[in-house]
Structures are given as C-alpha cells and as structure tokens.
C-alpha cells in the first residue's frame, strides 16, 4: 500500500515540474539546428520538430557515425533545456567529445542495449514518457514497421527523435542506405577537407583550423535537396557558421545550331558511336 502511495505521489510531484508537461511545448514547432543558414531552409520547409530525422555519415563514417554524433551534439545544444536520451550499442560514445562542441553532459542519459530492435523499443519508451527534449538512438537495421511507430510517438511527443545510423558492414550499408523509412527529414554528413569559408582570417594548416563537414539534407518533406558546409570553431566562442554550397552544376546551353541540325545522319550515328562505344 504504501509502494502505491510512494508512486502516485512520485507521478504527481513529476507532473508539476513545467519542463515536463506535454502542454508546455509550443504546438507546431519547427526544427533548429541553431545555425542560421541551415534553419531558414528547414523553417521555410515547415519541418516538424516533433518527428524522426534520419542522420548518417559517408563512405568510411557510415560505420562509426562520428561527423554525425558532432553534428547531433551541435543541434542539441540549441535546443531547450531538458533531458536528453542517448541509446547506444557500443561503448564508444565519448562524452568529452560531446562536451568539447557545447553539449551539457548534465543533460545526457545513457541507454545500452544489445540489439536494434532493443534500440527502437528504448526509443519508443523514451518518446512515450513525455519528460526529454529529445531522444537520439544508434541502429543498424531498421524496418518501416518500426520507423513509424517512431515516427507516430515523436508527433505525439512533439520532440524529435534522431536516428544516428551505424551500419557494421559494407553490405549492411548497401542494403540499408536505399531502404526508405518514415522520416521528416535525411541527412548524410562526411569530414570536409579543410578550406577557407567567406569570412574566415587568413589560412591556418588543417590541423590546427576549425573542424569542417559537408552537410547533406538528403531528403526533406516539402522541400528539395540541399548542401552546406559545415564549420566549428571551438578557438572563436564555439562559432558555428554554414555556407550552402550548389546540389548541381548550372546547366550548359544544349540549344541545337543550324549547321547540327543538317549534319547528315550517318555522321551523327557515328559520333554518338564515337562518344558512347
């Protein structure tokens, strides 16, 4: 009786912390990653806060997800204050990392589990207690089943839920990266060769300059793909700036000259013979 009476007295002192109610967040949020550039395209696309957000890296970080754990710690820290769920599978997680790109450590839990499916059930879990700001889960395989069931208790917890994917193997990787899933928005983050931005002082060796990613929103509801690159620098007052780089080259004048028009046919196949065989 007196574990019934504990409880109950536990579940109402956590409903009269403000922070904690579902009715506290604002309805129709839009996601910031606090960078300016980046957040106009998203808040021009609408895209809900409270959603799945795919994050996954490039080539050789498709396994270790490192570009992207930065890129998640830097989004985190702009958002309100509040809990935050991390699930991971590996221990590998390096918490002074986090820290070093403004994340507060004091706002982090740490969920292990084994499998991927445990991964979604912790995510799920998570995103029912309405008492995080945000939840992030590390997965290898995932199903449409299980996207929308995520997809469905982020919308009702109006918080985001990103999904860092660590694929182990290269025909993992193969296998999963075309799988569509049900996401607001899908971003792909690789290391960038370090290069002068616009407003950056004169070049310093790589090693020593900021830290760069190129900044891929793969896929985004009601709005097309984009790029950035992606700069922190740690040395200026964590300065974190975006400049949108082109997702194509202009196209090139295809218009058809008098003279191409009355080449005979049979040059013409054999040029495109030429070009093609």
């Not at 996601?31 to 696309?45: V, W």
């Not at 069931?149 to 839920?161: S, T």
């Not at 070049?203 to 929103?217: F, I, V």
Request: proline share 6%.
């Amino acid at each position: 009786m007196n574990a019934r009476i504990d409880l109950a007295q536990l579940k109402q002192r956590i409903a009269c912390i403000p922070a904690l109610r579902p009715e506290s967040r604002a309805p129709g949020a839009v996601l910031s990653t606090g960078t300016t550039a980046i957040d106009t395209c998203l808040r021009e696309a609408a895209v809900p806060l409270g959603a799945v957000h795919e994050v996954a890296g490039h080539a050789g970080d498709e396994e270790q997800g490192s570009a992207g754990a930065c890129f998640l710690a830097l989004s985190l820290r702009s958002n309100a204050s509040g809990w935050i769920a991390w699930i991971t599978q590996d221990a590998d997680l390096y918490a002074p990392g986090l820290a070093a790109f403004g994340l507060d450590l004091r706002r982090l839990i740490l969920v292990s589990a084994r499998r991927d499916a445990e991964v979604c059930w912790a995510l799920e879990e998570a995103l029912r207690s309405r008492s995080l700001s945000a939840v992030v889960g590390e997965v290898g395989v995932l199903t449409m089943n299980a996207s929308r069931r995520l997809q469905l208790a982020a919308e009702q917890a109006g918080i985001p839920c990103f999904l860092l994917r660590r694929w182990r193997t290269h025909d993992m990787a193969r296998q999963q990266r075309p799988q569509p899933i049900a996401a607001a928005t899908r971003w792909r983050i690789s290391p960038q060769l370090h290069s002068r931005m616009p407003d950056q002082k004169p070049a310093t060796p790589p090693e020593l300059g900021p830290a760069q990613w190129r900044l891929d929103l793969w896929r985004c509801r009601n709005a097309g793909a984009a790029s950035w690159i992606m700069e922190f620098d740690h040395a200026d007052g964590q300065r974190v700036t975006a400049v949108p780089v082109p997702v194509a080259a202009a196209l090139a004048d295809r218009s058809i000259s008098a003279a191409s028009a009355a080449e005979p046919e049979a040059e013409r196949a054999a040029a495109a013979l030429f070009r093609f065989g």
